[in-house]
């Protein structure tokens, strides 16, 4: 089955610092990806899709300029956190579906950001 | 706008009950509708699509379009079905987009 990744799995940083999580897809190419937000035994919030070769597309209320998506090539897309706050502490991660299988979409094990 | 709703946040049942989770939506048009699992210290995986009209791990779901439902069913609940479930759904022209409920945690006791 295709599998989805995402580095790091676990990330602490400072208050006012800023973060790179990657997510990339192993054995498929993914022109979309979408990034979600989870709170602890809550549900996933669509923050952005990811399109390659063009600008992200976010939802309402997500500040684009605090969490800025670079989707470089087929495979990776990435989530910079800039200047984080303890508030941005969240569970991050990533679907991408199969091109022209919208349908069939596949998650990352998702990132831990702390900000202390 | 697009909702989904599982009015379930915890639901507990015994080994060998029948479980039902429950899932309400509201969307305009004709939806996709989903119910994915995450296993403890795992990742989503997707458990069902209402279009495929499957049975996964005993697992079914059916489309109730008059009442707007799609709840998920398993005669006889086993301990590995305990999990979040999130029931979610996909609208024409997002491309993949999700929108998920809040998600129900099923515990299944021995």
């Known amino acids: 089955g295709a599998v989805v990744s995402q580095h790091p799995s676990w990330v602490i940083c400072k208050s006012g610092t800023s973060v790179k999580i990657e997510c990339r897809s192993l054995?498929?190419?993914?022109?979309?990806m979408f990034w979600y937000r989870q709170f602890p035994k809550q549900s996933l919030m669509l923050m952005a899709t990811s399109n390659e070769g063009s600008k992200a597309t976010y939802e309402q209320g997500v500040e684009k300029d605090k969490f800025l998506i670079n989707h470089a090539s087929l495979t990776l897309s990435t989530l910079t956190v800039t200047s984080a706050h303890p508030e941005d502490s969240s569970f991050y991660i990533c679907?991408?579906?199969?091109?022209?299988?919208?349908?069939?979409?596949?998650f990352g094990p998702g990132t831990r950001l702390t900000v202390t | 706008a697009q909702r989904v709703t599982q009015p379930e946040k915890l639901l507990s049942v015994f080994k060998g009950a029948p479980v039902e989770l429950k899932c309400n939506y509201s969307y305009s048009g004709s939806p996709e509708l989903f119910w994915y699992v995450q296993y403890s210290r795992q990742r989503l995986q997707l458990l069902l699509r209402h279009i495929s009209r499957e049975s996964i791990k005993g697992f079914t779901a059916d489309l109730n379009k008059g009442e707007t439902s799609f709840h998920l069913k398993k005669p006889f609940a086993q301990e590995e079905d305990s999990a979040m479930y999130y029931c979610?759904?996909?609208?024409?022209?997002?491309?993949?987009?999700?929108?998920f409920g809040q998600g129900t945690i099923l515990t299944v006791h021995p």
């Open positions: 679907s991408a579906p199969r091109q022209g299988r919208y349908y069939e979409q596949y």
């Open positions: 054995d498929f190419q993914a022109t979309t």
């Open positions: 979610a759904l996909i609208h024409g022209t997002s491309y993949g987009k999700l929108t």
